[in-house]
Each structure stands twice: as C-alpha cells, then as structure tokens.
C-alpha cells in the first residue's frame, strides 16, 4: 500500500483528488495539508510515501516545503501537482528535490502512475516537463558531445540505448512498451539495467547522463 499526503491549499481540490485515488486498491490517502508549513507537520507525523505538492500557497509554498522535507524526511518522495508549467517553477521544484512534476490537468491514470514510480524509487516527469529539463540542459555552455560509452561500466546494448531516447522524451514505461512491442515488464527491466550501467538513480538522471555523452538526440 502506498500511502500519500496531499498538499494544496484548495479543499475542494484536496477532497475530489483523495475521491479520485480512493479507487486504487495499492494507493491510501493518510492526510491532507493546506500549506507548506502543515506540510512539513504532517510529513514528520505520518511518514508517508510520496507527498503531491501545490507550489503556490500561503505560509509557506510548495517548493520551501519540498527541500525541507527532502532534507528531513528523504524516504517520503514528493510530485509537484501544480498548473505553472513556466520554467522557474519547474527548474526551482527539481532543484529542491521533487522526484515528479505533473500538471493538474494530467490523466488520472498518469497520475497513479506517476504516484507508483515515485514511490518504488524514481522520478516521473510530465514529457512537456522532460522536455524543458533536456532543452535547458542543451543550452548550458559545455563542449559539443560525441557519442561515447567508454565511461559507463558496461555498454548499453542496442535496445537500452532505444530505451534511452525514449526516456530523454519523457515517455512512461507504457508508452516505451507501446512503441518497441515490449511487455512493461520487459521495459522495467531494460531500464533498470540502463540505470545501473549509467550509474544513475532515476529516468531524469539517465536522460541529462545519456544527452551529455551524445547518446541521446
């Protein structure tokens, strides 16, 4: 059972998201929070196992709260859940240790999603999200790449190297499936494996990893 709090400082909002999940048998909602300074309360009360984070609150916002928490409480993982997609909120929200950043506009599916991969250890970005995160790491001063795998601790094989690009593109395990005629669970796999060759510990970081070493265009 995955057990979440939410945060936001709209009741309405907080009541129909916890109604939503409440259909989910592996997902609980243990508390609510109206800020980030409840937030942080409840987190050290609760312990739960990913918290979804509004940004923009009285108090203390979503992103304060996020590094505090991250700082004091780093086996809860937190989802940005928010409608600013700009890049400030964004970049600042990964900066202080969001493992997820999804719109309010986003599927519930996805969101269950995104709430079962944060929760088993990586990230989940929204691919408009990915998307800035890899743009803003290309137009970061640094030496043009040439495709190399010589520092990673063993090769990708030709098919994690597929795996790769898709997770530079922000694609769920289920799209990755969709597109290479994979089993999910084959593709967890391939990347868990692609992880532990690179050397990194979630999606993100394999994707800014593999677009730095020329492996993904």
């Known amino acids: 059972m995955i057990k979440c709090l939410l945060v936001d400082d709209q009741k309405l909002f907080r009541e ?21 300074l409840d937030a942080i309360e409840k987190t050290a009360e609760l312990k739960p196992d990913v918290i979804l984070m509004d940004l923009r609150m009285p108090e203390l916002g979503g992103v304060a709260a996020t590094k505090r928490i991250v700082a ?4 809860s993982r937190i989802i940005v859940l928010t409608t ?24 519930s599916d996805k969101l269950v999603e995104a709430i079962r991969t944060t929760a088993s250890g990586n990230s989940f970005l929204q691919p408009s999200v990915a998307a800035k995160v890899l743009a803003e790491f290309t137009r970061q001063p640094t030496a043009p790449a040439t495709p ?3 520092d990673l601790v063993e090769p990708l094989s030709k098919r994690e190297l597929e795996i790769l690009q898709h997770l530079g593109q922000g694609a769920s395990n289920k799209e990755i499936a969709a597109a290479l005629f994979l089993t999910e669970g ?27 070493m020329g492996l993904i265009q």
Request: proline share 1%.
């Open 72 to 75: 004091e409480h780093p086996a």
């Open 84 to 107: 600013f997609d700009d890049d400030d909120s964004v970049f600042d929200a990964l900066r202080a240790g969001a493992a997820g950043y999804l719109l309010k506009d986003v599927s």
């Open 16 to 36: 129909g998201l916890s109604t939503l999940l409440s259909v989910w048998d592996d997902i609980e909602v243990i508390g609510e929070a109206e800020n980030g």
């Open 186 to 212: 084959t593709v967890k796999n391939h990347i868990t494996n692609v992880l532990g060759k690179m050397g990194v510990r979630d999606r993100t970081q394999a994707a800014l990893k593999g677009k730095e």
């Open 148 to 150: 190399s795998q010589q």
